[in-house]
């Protein structure tokens, strides 16, 4: 038997190789509360040297990672800054505004790269912003319970960003 590799076998195997050096470029985290299971899928980013956080301007609107925007999944129905959101799967983006930043809920998904949603949000919610003990290079989320209540936490750079949201 003859093995015959051909120029576009060689391709897929360093587009494998090339992907698998660069690191995790996805994101998950996942938490039950109340027996309902809610999870989050996000691209993430590296800083490179930048500060995207700190140069982020009031009216600037985030997809909160990269890549395919980022989704949260949930079994159970959530409660959103007094908004009840149905189970079901939304896009989560962050918008920068006078005072701080809001996580806001877009019921589009599947989006990948842009357009990035300004308008059509059916649920938003304050974060509370804080400075990390440590300088985090590559965009973290994660969710865990709060006393019943889902605690998200997005690290990147300096910054920590926290919130919590009820989930039915």
């Given at each position: 038997?003859?093995?015959r590799?051909?120029?576009?076998t ?17 994101g998950?985290t996942e938490?039950s ?24 301007t ?19 129905d ?7 959101l149905?189970?079901?799967?939304y ?6 505004t006078?005072?701080g930043?809001m996580?806001?809920?877009h019921?589009?998904?599947?989006i ?5 949603m300004?308008?059509?949000f ?47």
């Amino acid at each position: 038997m003859k093995l015959r590799i051909t120029s576009s076998t060689l391709m897929i195997v360093w587009l494998c190789v090339a992907a698998c050096a660069q690191g995790p470029i996805r994101g998950t985290t996942e938490v039950s509360i109340n027996g309902k299971t809610v999870s989050i899928d996000y691209g993430r980013p590296s800083l490179k040297g930048r500060d995207m956080l700190g140069q982020a301007t009031p009216g600037t609107v985030w997809r909160l990672g990269m890549n395919k925007a980022t989704e949260i999944t949930s079994t159970g129905d959530l409660d959103v800054g007094g908004t009840t959101l149905k189970a079901g799967k939304y896009t989560l983006w962050a918008k920068k505004t006078s005072t701080g930043w809001m996580l806001a809920f877009h019921p589009k998904t599947g989006i990948w790269g842009m357009p990035v949603m300004t308008e059509g949000f059916v649920a938003q919610m304050p974060l509370t912003q804080a400075a990390a003990n440590a300088s985090v290079e590559q965009l973290t989320i994660t969710l865990s319970d709060g006393g019943g209540k889902a605690q998200i936490k997005v690290e990147w750079g300096t910054a920590v960003l926290t919130g919590s949201f009820g989930v039915k």
